[in-house]
C-alpha cells in the first residue's frame, strides 16, 4: 500500500503561482511512476502530468505545457508540481497518484493508477 496525501493548494489570483506537493508513505516512493490529475466541478478528472520514477521522463497536458513542471525528490518521497502563469480554468480539485504497473514508463490515463491522495483545492480567480 501507499498513502499519499497532498498539500500546497488555495486560492490565488490569475497569472500567479503555487507549488503543490505529494507526500508519499508505505512502500518504496521510488518504485512507481507519479501522477497529477485535477477534477473541476461537472467534469471528469483529467491528466495533467507525469513523471517516471527516476524522473527521466515527463509529460504534460497540451493546457499546461510551459507553465507546470512537475519533479519529485525521491530521498524525500515527495512529488512536485510547480504552476506558473494560473489561468482560472486551472481552477479544480488536484490528486496526487502513482502507478504500481512497472511496465509503465509515463502512464497519463486515470485508470493506469492504483493509489490516489485525497486532493487540494486550487482556485484561481481575481
Known amino acids: 500500500q501507499v498513502q499519499l496525501t497532498e498539500s500546497g493548494g488555495g486560492l490565488v489570483q490569475p497569472g500567479g503561482s503555487l507549488r503543490l506537493s505529494c507526500q508519499a508513505s508505505?512502500?518504496?516512493?521510488?518504485?512507481?511512476?507519479m501522477g497529477w490529475f485535477r477534477q473541476a466541478p461537472g467534469k471528469e478528472r483529467e491528466f495533467v502530468a507525469v513523471i517516471s520514477r527516476l524522473s527521466d521522463i515527463t509529460d504534460y497536458a497540451d493546457s499546461v505545457k510551459g507553465r507546470f513542471t512537475i519533479s519529485r525528490d525521491n530521498a524525500k518521497d515527495t512529488l512536485y508540481l510547480q504552476m506558473n502563469s494560473l489561468k482560472p480554468e486551472d481552477t479544480a480539485v488536484y490528486y496526487c497518484?502513482?502507478?504500481?504497473?512497472?511496465?509503465?514508463?509515463?502512464?497519463?490515463?486515470?485508470?493506469?493508477?492504483?493509489?490516489w491522495g485525497q486532493g487540494t483545492q486550487v482556485t484561481v480567480s481575481s
Open positions: 508505505g512502500r518504496a516512493f521510488n518504485n512507481f511512476p
Open positions: 497518484a502513482a502507478a504500481s504497473n512497472r511496465g509503465l514508463l509515463v502512464p497519463s490515463k486515470a485508470d493506469q493508477y492504483n493509489y
